[in-house]
């Protein structure tokens, strides 16, 4: 048998530990890499047009799968391109291992023809950064690098010049046991006898939920009904709590709606569940806060807090629930029920009469559309700006649903990339990416990525030929908008030119069919919805010191029935609510 190199026996030990691809776009130092993958049957190699969109499509099969994804970057300019999508999936917890290639090793620090730090530059985006610069390391720094990734959850990159990866691996090197999967993490006993006095103690509970409450809805549901709670949500626990949940008082920060706000402030004790809420102002400074997060760094940066627990969310609660006292005062929990009701049911207005009429059609009537025509257990991806909004108000979350974005980060033109990593871990699954036109225009090549692999990919396209978010800021700030508009094409015709299906919807009454007709198309598909510039345009219902340069609520144009069919939600919540 033919001895080993360097990168034969790197990708040896990715497909160890479960990667099953590697995004990237081959080069010079990478071709070593490629070459070893070429011959590795356990392992694909998935060409993309941009790094950019490796990083976030291995970010995005992470977040999907829960298992380690990959992606890599030739030296230079080919490894800066991973930076903004290794960000993204960093803040979001999604464990990536990231291939920085570098120049020949003996050429670096003199200024070699596309030489850069990857050492320095990807410092602030991963747990671990580390170059391997002799082939005896490569097997131990490798594994330190996938442990980092899975254990702590994040982006772990390791640099390789490509003249290390060409040399012969060492021959007696050791096969380690890889971690791949993260354990439980179980608070100790006095921080739950602690927080377990604190519940007792409290007239009025408010729970607020984040991602960490990812298969904790049963005990979350729970711990609720015991101590009469309601239960609100930031943006990235909506897949995770808003479903099933008969006490939902919707959600809090930039983009809320119902009663989450009145519930977190009113409340006597506020417990946050395993989120990283950024929006500090909307958070209580005169109530007692507890934080449960498997992230002690988290805990306490966003607020004062009278309790930090560190733990998993669903060991916390299963530890917690048995030793707290069962609750019979309602009051509050009603109080807030009826609230929550009473937003959703308030928000209509003049502007969303005649929806389904109105021409250029609203953004929320094809979100809600979307939602209704959509498989249960498809996985949205979802690009920054405007498609947030539509997003957070109108998917309804069931638990097999999945939406991903770039919620932490904030990148535009995140979603086409994130749909292609989605779409790769299982092909019969729907993926829908609801793009913006300046998100998707920003890495539209890889809308060939779709084509080249036959992708089924569904892109529904809101092109209102601005960056209508940007717009709202400026509108926020007293300033005219100024550089925010786009000159488009006919995208549809683009995406059939490209190989895809392609359609271009202009009318409300065209919606329907066109988005059927591309869900039954077998491949890629591209619906260019031609959507209204002016929707979000009332000016927002908070006060300046809770944002800056930002639109809080279009709570006012809300559709009937939006909010994810939340509104038949909250009225069954209310129906079931105890009359004295």
């Known amino acids: 048998m033919a001895k080993q190199n360097v990168s ?67 030296c230079g300019p080919g490894n800066l391109h991973l930076i903004n999508g290794l960000y993204d999936a960093h803040r979001s917890m999604a464990p990536v291992l990231a291939l920085a290639s570098h120049i020949p090793s003996s050429e670096i620090g003199l200024g070699y023809f596309q030489e850069t730090h990857p050492e320095l530059l990807f410092q602030e985006c991963s747990h671990y950064n580390e170059m391997i610069s002799n082939p005896q390391q490569m097997p131990r720094l490798l594994q330190t690098a ?32 890889l971690v791949t999967s993260r354990p439980s993490v179980r608070p100790g006993d006095a921080e739950i006898e602690k927080l377990c006095r604190m519940v007792d103690e409290a007239k009025r509970v408010t729970l607020f939920c984040g991602s960490g409450t990812a298969g904790a809805h049963a005990e979350v549901m729970e711990f609720a009904e015991r101590v009469k709670a309601p239960v609100g949500h930031a943006l990235r626990g909506k897949e995770w709590i808003q479903y099933d949940n008969p006490y939902d008082v919707g959600m809090s920060g930039l983009l809320g709606y119902g009663a989450a706000y009145e519930a977190t402030n009113e409340c006597d004790l506020l417990i946050l569940l395993g989120t990283d809420f950024p929006y500090n102002a909307f958070l209580p400074t005169d109530v007692k806060i507890v934080q449960v997060d498997v992230r002690p760094e988290h805990l306490g940066r966003r607020s004062k807090l009278d309790l930090a627990v560190w733990g998993d969310v669903r060991e916390t609660l299963r530890c917690l629930t048995p030793r707290v006292k069962a609750k019979s005062d309602r009051k509050f929990l009603d109080r807030m029920l009826k609230k929550h009701a009473d937003a959703l049911e308030g928000v209509i207005s003049a502007y969303t009469r005649k929806v389904d009429k109105h021409v250029p059609i609203h953004p929320e009537y094809v979100a809600s559309v979307l939602d209704e025509l959509a498989d249960d257990d498809a996985v949205f991806t979802v690009d920054t700006g405007m498609c947030n909004v539509w997003a957070a108000r109108y998917l309804t979350p069931n638990g097999k649903r999945r939406v991903i974005g770039s919620f932490s980060h904030g990148s535009m033109a995140n979603a086409l990339p994130q749909a292609i990593g989605a779409q790769f871990t299982d092909r019969n699954r729907q993926v829908v990416s609801m793009s913006g036109d300046g998100g998707f225009t920003m890495l539209m090549g890889d809308f060939l990525t779709l084509v080249q692999y036959d992708l089924p990919v569904k892109v529904v396209l809101f092109n209102n030929s601005s960056l209508g978010m940007v717009e709202l800021e400026m509108l926020v700030g007293g300033l005219p908008s100024f550089g925010t508009t ?23 009454k065209q919606l329907e069919s066109a988005l059927k007709d591309a869900f039954k198309h077998k491949g890629p598909a591209l619906v260019d919805v031609v959507t209204d510039p002016n929707a979000l345009s009332i000016p927002p219902k908070i006060s300046a010191d809770m944002v800056t340069g930002f639109a809080l609520s279009a709570s006012k144009i809300v559709l009937d029935g939006g909010v994810g069919r939340m509104v038949q939600m909250a009225r069954s919540n209310l129906r079931n609510v105890p009359r004295p």
Request: charged fraction near 20%; include cysteine.
């Open 146 to 177: 996938i442990q980092h990734a899975i254990g702590r959850g994040g982006v772990a990159v390791v640099s390789m010049p490509g003249d290390v990866a060409s040399q012969p691996a060492p021959e007696k090197s050791v096969e380690h046991a």
């Open 486 to 508: 786009n000159k488009n094409p006919d995208f549809a015709a683009v995406a059939r030119a490209s190989g895809a299906y392609g359609v271009r919807v202009e009318k409300p």
């Open 8 to 74: 034969e026996q790197f990708v040896d030990i990715l497909a160890r530990a479960g990667v099953k691809r590697l995004y990237g776009v081959v080069g010079d130092s990478l071709n070593p890499v490629v070459d070893a993958i070429r011959r590795n049957p356990e392992i694909d190699w998935i060409q993309v047009r941009h790094e950019e969109t490796a990083a976030f499509a291995a970010g995005a099969e992470a977040q999907v799968t829960g298992e380690l994804a990959a992606c890599a970057g030739s």
